[in-house]
Structures are given as C-alpha cells and as structure tokens.
C-alpha cells in the first residue's frame, strides 16, 4: 500500500468508527477513488458522494486526532494542490529557518486563517476566526487585558459549563496556565491568528485608557454610534437616516427588506447629518447639493468601511451609508451557492480558461461583487497580474491592484482604463460596464489575450448580451470574446426556527402552469415569524444563478442578430441553460427559500420545465 493509499486508509477507518460511514460507503468511497484521476483526495470523494460535509469531517479529525501531517490534511481538504505543497516543501529545504506554515502563508499559497482552520483539524483544538467569530463582549470586558497581552490569549464565549479561550499557541503551558488562574482548569483551550489576538487586545486596551466623550442618544456622536453599531450587529447592508416632517426616521436593509429600527428627535436631524458629514469629510456648509463620502467605523475590535450618500431632500438631508464587505468575508466560489453540475461547468469552461469576458449581471444588491470577487479570489495566483477600476472598491483583496474610481479628480473610468490595459495585465477586473466605451475595452482586452471580468445591469443573462449588441459592439467581436454571462439574485431564506412545511396554492400553481400533482413529492416551506427572524419569516439570503456559457449555436445566433426570445430558446434547447426562476424552483422545492420570495425577486419570461428536469439539469 503506496503512502496515499495509507492516508485514505486511515481516514475511512476513523469514517466508520465515528459512525460518519458505514463499511459499505467506505468500501463504496475507496472503490471510486480507486477509479478517479490520482489528484482526488479520498475526502473530496467522501464530500462528493455526500457522504459527509467539510464541518463533519473536520469534527471526526480533531476528536481523532489522526497521525496525519499537517501537508496531508491541506492537501485532503482541498486547501492546497499537491503542487503548491511540493513547492513549499523545497522552499523550505532551502530555508530551514521557517516553518511550513509560515512558508505557505508567505507565498501566498492559502490565507493565514485557512491554514489556522486545517492546522486546529491536525491538533485537535477547536478554530476561532476573529475577524467572523460572535464574541462573548461581557466575558471579554470582565478580563485584565494586560494579563490576556502578556500571555497571549483571548475569552471568546462560554461553552456550557466552560470557558472557551482563544490562544496564539495552544501548546505553551505557561499561557495556558495564566488562563487557567482567571476561568479554573475546565476550559476549552483553541487556536487563532496570534496577530489577530493581539491587535483585538490592543483595541480594548486603548479603548479603555482613552477618555472618551460621552455618549448617549442625546447627543448627535451617541446617535450616530449607536445606530451604526447596531446595524452591523443585526448585519444590515445599508442604513437609511430619512428625515421627515417632524422627526428622523432611521431604517436598516437586512435580508434586501427595509426594517424599520427608530425614530430621533427633530432637532437632531441637522446635527447628525452634521456629524456623518464630519466623518466622511464631505462639506459641512453645503446644504443644498447631494455629496458623497466614505469613512471608517470601529465596532468590537473590527473595522468597516462605509460609503456614504447626502441626498438633499425637503424636510433636510437624507443620509444612506452602505457597509461595505471586508477580504474576511469573502466568499470561496466553491460555497457561493452554485449547483454541482453548474458550479462544475463554471470552474472548467469559465474560470479555468486563459482569456474571455466573464459578465455577470443582475440589479443593484443582487450580490454581484461578492461574486464577482469570488471568482477574482478562485483565479489570482502569485504568477498573474490582475488589475482592478472599481466604483468604489468594496472588497480589499491582497496580492492584486485595485483602484477606485475618482472623477473628483478626473480619476474616470475612461482615463483609468486607457491605462490598465497598460499595466501588462493577465486578468483586468472592470467593476460594472456603465457605457459603450468601458464594453470596448473589455471585449478589446479579451481579443488580445486578456480575462476579463466584470458586472452588468440587466435582468437576465440573455439580456446582458442583447444590451451588448445595442451599445454599438460589433456582433463578431461579442461572438468571439465573451465566455459566459452569469445573471443572479438573492433571495431570503425561510427561518429555520419558524419554518413549517405548506403546500402551493392553486393561483402560485396558475403562475407555474404547474398542477398539484407535479409538486406533491415536494417539501416547500414558509417562515410562520418569531423573535430569531424578526417575525418575518425568513433569515439569511442565498444567490440563484442562470449560467449561459456561450456554444456554436450561440455565438451564430448572436452573428445573425436573433432576438432575445430567439436566443434564449435556444441557449435552453443547445447549453443546458437552467433559468433563475427554474433554479429558484429547485431551492424552494427542497424548503431552502418561498414562491412569494421567488414571484417578487425573480423575472418569469418563460414557463419552467418540471421541477425533477431541473434537479437532473443541475446535479441534484
């Protein structure tokens, strides 16, 4: 048995004996890994069989405690390819000096949390990320934090009847000691960013040294605070401060619904603005015009960025500041939200090509970015350059260059991307295609060589190619560059506290053009509303995409300028194209989101195919 072998081995026996598997499915795991090109690890096949998710896998190797290196579990879990950890290995060869680790972390090769993550699954201590974690604030603000500096840890949460503590080394007696003074000997000893700890610490320290004004919601800095602080913790996306005829109205969009939170004052409408304007340096004397601005908040040790817009209004000035995303939050485009059969034709003829145009398009807070940097995430790669013009950048992503767009400096899309293509690009990165110019420098780019990504505003993928044909782009030039359009929505998710299954009544069938019979096998779920979703019964959102990666057939429709209608039929007859409204379907046919969501997010321009069709169609 070959070392490989050994691995999986060890892993299937560990399977059975958590009772993650049973023999057979181990047999049945080692039989199509035997089968598979020798790249695939035994816990993708074990993950693509659905046998088990990462979180269970994860769970059995650190109860485990397998006699695994740590390169065997980045390799298994798909964090680093076999190559990139031969690479490390003769790195460190060279540079005896450094740890494995520190290697990886350097080159790029995977992120320091990623690394933390399958580090804990080697050592068996649970993985606390800092910058995502929900953190014990009344704990933490009981704990000398001096004491937590000098010794290197951090109080996370209570854990039933334990404490659990973050350390920057898990294995050093000493600061495990130190803790064990302040929380007894039964605490759950776990492994975080030693950088993250300290900087988390040093906050506190400082807030707690400083003198701080005071703050209550009396005062134009207490409103603002707390308002602000509050939207972060409820995980709002924007908040609305709107003023009225006798009050100020503050919203928050959480989920893409405005959620009423509170009313201020009248009098406190030109001091609050007054105070936002100070923070994102717009003109405070300006009263008349709308401005723009962006400015930086602190909340429990992280900062955010936020993009503010002063909107002159009757009643005064109307404030919208957007939470803009941070680099923790992105998302890896293996968990986006994709379909198997969907996300597998994605990775292969999309992202995995060397040049094209990637649009992906949808409205405004349909998820575009996240995406967009997604994918911008699965692709970079120490030996690519890839270059950004965005309005505004949202994400900070190192190891790539990013610029925001400017035009209170002449700093526009036009003058920037003149220089881009400039700038020896392999992947250039145009936040959105807004005019006709911006279009021909992305299919101009692709045609040279280059990938190109970017986002659209358009209702559906076959739109997004109409809109192309109509901004005077030659018909050839779009047949020979763009690879795929990718059009999305995010809809709300039904409350997993409150949901309960229901059956669709006869006028949402009407709208399908479906009759009972095609969705009784179904389990469709709707929120009833409790505390846990502010009883509205739905509590997260979830992406569904429509993938049009262009054929033969396609590109020839495009060449004979065919209508939408035209094209769309057949995209669905030629790729397999699988619509938003049929990729909603199968999300609500397994209780995942609503119709009503679907009828209100989603545009209906043709009759969807029977559901178990578009299970077939998407891997399900």
Known sequence: MNKIDEISDTILKALVKAGILTQERAKTAWRVKSKLPTGKTVVEVIKDLKYANSD??????????????IGDILVEFGYLSPEKLRAALDIQKSDTTKQLGQIIIEHQFMSENDFLDALSVQLGFPFVNLSVEELDHDLISHAPIQWCLSNHFLPV?????????????????????????????????????????????????????????????????????????????????????????????????????LIFYKDFPLESISMVTARIKVLCKANIAEKRRHQDGRMSFEDNGNNYDLRVSIYAAIFGEKVVLRVLNRIDQIIRIEDIGMQPKMLERYLRDVLNVPSGVLIITGPTGSGKTTTLYSCVNYIKKPELCIITAEDPVEYVMEGITQCSIDPNINLTYEETLRHVVRQDPDVIVIGEIRDNYSAD???????????????????????????????????????????????????????????????PSSSELKILGYVPKDLGRFNFMKGAGCQACNYTGYKGRIPVFEMLVLNEQVREAILDHKSSHEIRKISIDTTNLVTLMEEALSKAAVGITTLDEIFRCVPRLLPPRPIQEINRLLGN
């Open 441 to 503: 420098v992305a299919v101009h780019a692709a045609l040279t060589g280059h990938k190109v990504l970017t986002s659209f505003h358009t209702e559906d993928s076959i739109s997004g190619l109409i809109r192309l044909m109509n901004m005077d782009i030659e018909a050839f030039l779009i047949s020979s560059t763009v690879v795929c359009i990718l059009s999305q929505r995010l809809l709300r998710k039904v409350c997993r506290h409150c949901g309960k299954p229901y059956k």
């Open 157 to 257: 949460r209570n854990q039933k009847d334990k404490v659990v503590v973050a350390f920057a080394d898990p294995f050093n007696k000493a600061d495990i000691k130190s803790a064990q003074q302040l929380y007894g000997e039964n605490l759950v000893v776990a492994i975080s960013s030693p950088g993250s700890i300290e900087k988390y610490l040093k906050q506190l320290a400082e807030g707690k040294t400083k003198s701080r004004v005071v703050m209550d919601e009396n005062t134009a800095i207490g409103i603002v605070e707390s308002v602000i602080s509050t939207a972060i913790q409820k995980g709002a996306s924007d908040i609305h401060l709107e003023p009225l005829k006798d009050r100020l109205q503050v919203k928050y969009r959480i989920d893409g619904i």
């Open 56 to 69: 269970q896998l994860k769970a059995v190797f650190r109860s485990n405690l397998l006699s695994l290196r």
